[in-house]
């Protein structure tokens, strides 16, 4: 290694261990579960992005085993040359019905499909205006893009209409983007999309939704029952977002992601999405789990359901424990501490005591607003969700936190 790149890299790490911010990754032995044996502990899980324990699901591993001994381990090439299977054919037109969307297409993960999407309808001439609160593939999707990024305080309306405003009214540029996350995965509040739509046609500017941490956890179906199809289906909003951006590898439980949208969107992207493009199709296997997936919550809202009526159950614990868990309004709760090395040794005692919930300081969270987040799920049991709050109880109490 060169001396120039051994003495940043020495540096940079030695800063961080002298700020209590350097972590080693953490190691899972089995499946990721409620509970979870990690570091060789056996713990309650409550950092998992395992929404619906789909996971697990025995129903997943068998779809995922049919097909990959039907279609072999990998698609062997891009989608464009000879990487289409059908099976990436039929996933697609499940997730357009699901999202009640004229097209689907499907990209190797929900980072990929927004250094996709953004790219392939922005350029130089044009400007994006997205909430500063917006996820790290979101921004790096804007700046790969070449557009002029412009943002507004987060989920603050007037300032977006201010500046889409001034945006249109300087005539620097062609076109425009509203970009947003649908759920926050920092703090579990989600977009005011309806303020955002009737701004956005107020000025004629598209709006795209990255549903990363809505995909089965927000939306109704017909019924108007929980089923996890997404924020634009939550706002009951269908036809009023043009991009709609999700992620087959949280609360669908695999891997991968995709874009919703209009045919001609998705014809498109097909064209000029270069992850699309330039990167081997989904595995055979976890194509026919997510199928699988979507078709649990096309027949049934139990999953959805159950996970909602555990967020309620420890949200209500740990406020009542005296805990701040900032704006949350999905099962992403956060318990904000501020100070960030004493964040993270509040993760570090939890662990003792058996539960595994992750501390998160900057860059990913601003400074001042280090956290540790939980995310219940429908695995949890409420046995468990009493005992990571005995957990809470105790390390918050000797750390003088309550």
Partial sequence: MSRSLQNYLTGNLDELREKGLYRKLPVITGPTGAKAIINGKNV????????????GDERLKEASIKATEKYGAGAGAVRTIIGTLDIHEELEEKLAKFKKAEAVIVFQSGFTANMG????????????????????????????????????????????????????????????LIITDGVFSMDGDIAKLPEMVKIAEKYDIPVYI???HGSGVLGKNSEGKLNGSGSVSHFGLHGKVDVQIGTLSKAIGVVGGYVAGSKELIDWLKLRGRPFLFSTAMTPGDTGAVIKAIDILSESTELVEKMWDNSNYFKKLLLGMGYDIGHSETPITPVIIGDEEKAMKFSDELFKEGVFAQG??????????????????AGHTKAMLDGAAEAYRKVGKNMGLI
């Avoid at 309650?44 to 996971?55: H, R, T």
């Avoid at 998160?360 to 799920?377: C, E, K, M, S």
């Fill in 44 to 55: 309650i899980n409550l950092s998992s992005n395992n929404y619906l324990g789909l996971a």
């Fill in 117 to 176: 999407a953004i790219p392939a309808i922005m350029t130089k001439q044009d400007a994006i205006i997205s909430d500063e609160l917006n996820h790290a593939s979101i921004i790096d999707g804007c700046r790969l893009s070449g557009a002029k990024i412009l943002r507004f305080k987060h989920s603050d309306m007037a300032d977006m209409e201010r500046v889409a405003k001034d945006a249109i009214a300087s005539g620097l540029y062609k076109k425009f």
């Fill in 210 to 212: 990255d549903d990363a």
């Fill in 360 to 377: 998160i300081a900057f860059p990913t969270v601003p400074r001042g607003t280090a956290r540790v987040r939980n995310i219940v799920t």
